[in-house]
């Protein structure tokens, strides 16, 4: 692993890309579960964050939430998955909606003219209860 330095100074570790991303899932009712991310989803992550998102598609879940507010960077490879997995649960007949207010995830997503590809809830549970 090495070690390189931010504008602090402080030590900032690079090569282990499984401290870069959180990715979580639990059920929220029936059919449903959110999968809550965080850190950055870049070229290295998001794989990750493909599998999670295409394993729940496939375990049956009627509605998937993702929660993005923990996501402290968005690359174009992450809105590559995203599109990915909204055309995955598409195909599988799953709803997927996301929950974010975040600046970092909502910006990538405005530029890159994605926003009215999605449905964006500002909470979980708002997503959880749209109809």
Known sequence: MQHT???SGAAVR???SDDQI???TRPAGDGQV???VGGEVDMLTSPQLRSV???QLSDGAQLVVLALDGVTFLGTSGLA???EVREAAHQAGVELRLACTGRRVLRPLSIAGLVPMFDIHDTV???LEAT
């Open 5 to 7: 330095h931010d504008a």
């Open 34 to 36: 959110v999968v809550e």
């Open 22 to 24: 959180t990715v979580s």
């Open 81 to 83: 998955v995203l599109i």
């Open 125 to 127: 549970e708002q997503a």
């Open 53 to 55: 998102v295409l394993g």
């Open 14 to 16: 690079r090569g282990e």
